[in-house]
Nanobody, 114 residues
Framework: QVQLVESGGGLVQPGGSLRLSCAASGITFSLYTMAWYRQAPGKQREWVAGITGDQITTYADSVKGRFTISRVNAVRAVYLQMNSLKPEDTAVYYC????????WGQGTQVTVSS
């Protein structure tokens, strides 16, 4: 059974930082491209960042230079370091694993507010 479990969300002030984690089980983790998506209230889910099994990273323009995606295949985890957070980063953040099929985590709430 595939499970993706996100953690690390919370409330942070503008300009602050958070680090999200996603722990994967039930898949051969190193073979999957991992990504973070987010969904703000009333908006469609959007892709934030992705990382291949061999560590090639890509970012949405809205987060480039502020967010960093990383992974440790040995512990089957992917991370999203978020710096210089803005109120518009407020959303539920989802972990996604893709290969022939895709899998989603349950999401973790990030709220950026003073």
């Amino acid at each position: 059974q595939v499970q993706l479990v996100e953690s690390g969300g919370g409330l942070v002030q503008p300009g602050g930082s958070l680090r999200l984690s996603c722990a994967a089980s039930g898949i051969t983790f190193s073979l999957y491209t991992m990504a973070w998506y987010r969904q703000a209230p009333g908006k469609q889910r959007e892709w934030v960042a992705g990382i291949t099994g061999d560590q090639i990273t890509t970012y949405a323009d809205s987060v480039k230079g502020r967010f960093t995606i990383s992974r440790v295949n040995a512990v089957r985890a992917v991370y999203l370091q978020m710096n210089s957070l803005k109120p518009e980063d407020t959303a539920v953040y989802y972990c996604h694993a893709s290969r022939a099929v895709g899998y989603w985590g349950q999401g973790t709430q990030v709220t950026v507010s003073s």
